[in-house]
């Protein structure tokens, strides 16, 4: 996704397959990956108070607004409860000890204390490392008393519960030094860890009725020092080609390849982008509050785009 548009690209040869909208001028992306929504936030710098979060869905170019967030939070991320056939979002407030919780199904935002995950890793939650799998968002955590970079479990937020799950990693992952790449493996959560001297990949399964989670290794091979340096600096994604062994990743803005078992690393687009994820397109309509993305030209003759009320 670039600064004023939203362009879609195949996974297998990376190239551009469409563009689906541009972005209205007084909106930001702060979320897009799940189940073909998007999340924006229109804002206006002379009344504040017309702030609002909007659902957008490209594939139908409908548009619905949100409640604003009550709580001063500092980032949002979309999720779906197949239980309910509900919609969410949550978001983390600023005092790191509480998340609130949008319902699309009530069209209201609840509030949750959660001082548990406040201690076991929400305070290590970075844009770029959260990935979504299952109806739930993972990420890394971070103990208050470890080194940076050393984790010892990983961390998920159920949408289905609204619950977080805390889950060991094997001791392999929680040496000093790593680095490491989350990301989906089929519908699985793995994890890519490079060291100095060796590369794996633990996947995290499900065993028996009882769904049980625990590690399996999945991949070991050699390190290489330019590849162990590039991942050390840029922007992690979920995006993964397993057919090609390879991760889709951003360095500055700029998209590359870097396929784990050749090492090769390939510059793959010169645009530059603020964001990228999957994509999966979705007929999700919701008849409230419905929004339009309006396209004109303004006194310059350039071409704009900005949010309406149908």
Same mark, same amino acid.
């Given at each position: 996704?670039?600064?004023?548009?939203?362009?879609?690209?195949?996974?297998?040869?990376?190239?551009?397959?469409?563009?689906?909208?541009?972005?209205?001028?007084?909106?930001?992306?702060?979320?897009?990956?799940?189940?073909?929504?998007?999340?924006?936030?229109?804002?206006?710098?002379?009344?504040?108070?017309?702030?609002?979060?909007?659902?957008?869905?490209?594939?139908?170019?409908?548009?619905?607004?949100?409640?604003?967030?009550?709580?001063?939070?500092?980032?949002?991320?979309?999720?779906?409860?197949?239980?309910?056939?509900?919609?969410?979002?949550?978001?983390?407030?600023?005092?790191?000890?509480?998340?609130?919780?949008?319902?699309?199904?009530?069209?209201?935002?609840?509030?949750?204390?959660?001082?548990?995950?406040?201690?076991?890793?929400? %305070? +290590? #939650? !970075?844009?770029?490392?959260?990935? *979504?799998?299952?109806?739930?968002?993972?990420?890394?955590? @971070? /103990?208050? &008393?470890?080194?940076?970079?050393?984790?010892?479990?990983?961390?998920?937020?159920?949408?289905?519960?609204?619950?977080?799950?805390?889950?060991?990693?094997?001791?392999?992952?929680?040496?000093?030094?790593?680095?490491?790449?989350?990301?989906?493996?089929?519908?699985?959560?793995?994890?890519?860890?490079?060291?100095?001297?060796?590369?794996?990949?633990?996947?995290?399964?499900?065993?028996?009725?009882?769904?049980?989670?625990?590690?399996?290794?999945?991949?070991?091979?050699?390190?290489?020092?330019?590849?162990?340096?590039?991942?050390?600096?840029?922007?992690?994604?979920?995006?993964?080609?397993?057919?090609?062994?390879?991760?889709? %990743? +951003? #360095? !500055?803005?700029?998209?590359?390849? *870097?396929?784990?078992?050749?090492?090769?690393?390939?510059? @793959? /687009?010169? &645009?530059?982008?603020?964001?990228?994820?999957?994509?999966?397109?979705?007929?999700?309509?919701?008849?409230?509050?419905?929004?339009?993305?309006?396209?004109?030209?303004?006194?310059?003759?350039?071409?704009?785009?900005?949010?309406?009320?149908?």
């Amino acid at each position: 996704m670039e600064w004023d548009k939203t362009v879609v690209y195949s996974i297998d040869t990376f190239r551009k397959i469409d563009e689906i909208f541009k972005t209205p001028d007084n909106c930001v992306v702060i979320c897009c990956k799940t189940y073909g929504l998007i999340l924006m936030h229109t804002f206006n710098e002379n009344t504040p108070d017309e702030d609002e979060m909007v659902f957008h869905n490209p594939c139908i170019r409908k548009s619905w607004s949100i409640p604003p967030c009550p709580y001063m939070t500092w980032t949002h991320r979309l999720g779906f409860a197949p239980s309910t056939n509900d919609y969410k979002v949550v978001a983390f407030v600023f005092d790191n000890s509480s998340i609130v919780v949008y319902s699309s199904n009530a069209n209201l935002w609840r509030i949750k204390d959660r001082s548990d995950a406040h201690v076991r890793g929400l %305070l +290590s #939650f !970075k844009d770029g490392d959260d990935l *979504y799998c299952k109806d739930a968002l993972y990420w890394l955590g @971070l /103990e208050e &008393d470890k080194p940076p970079g050393v984790h010892n479990h990983l961390v998920s937020f159920d949408f289905d519960s609204e619950e977080f799950i805390f889950v060991d990693l094997p001791d392999a992952l929680k040496q000093p030094g790593l680095v490491k790449i989350n990301f989906v493996l089929g519908e699985s959560v793995a994890i890519f860890a490079m060291s100095s001297h060796s590369a794996c990949i633990w996947v995290l399964v499900e065993d028996g009725v009882d769904k049980i989670k625990s590690w399996r290794l999945w991949y070991t091979g050699d390190s290489n020092s330019k590849a162990h340096r590039f991942l050390t600096r840029s922007y992690r994604t979920d995006i993964f080609n397993v057919e090609k062994n390879t991760f889709i %990743l +951003s #360095f !500055k803005g700029y998209m590359f390849s *870097y396929n784990f078992r050749s090492h090769r690393i390939q510059h @793959l /687009e010169d &645009d530059y982008y603020d964001y990228f994820g999957i994509y999966m397109e979705s007929l999700v309509l919701h008849k409230r509050n419905q929004r339009k993305i309006l396209t004109y030209h303004d006194e310059d003759g350039e071409e704009r785009t900005k949010l309406v009320r149908v």
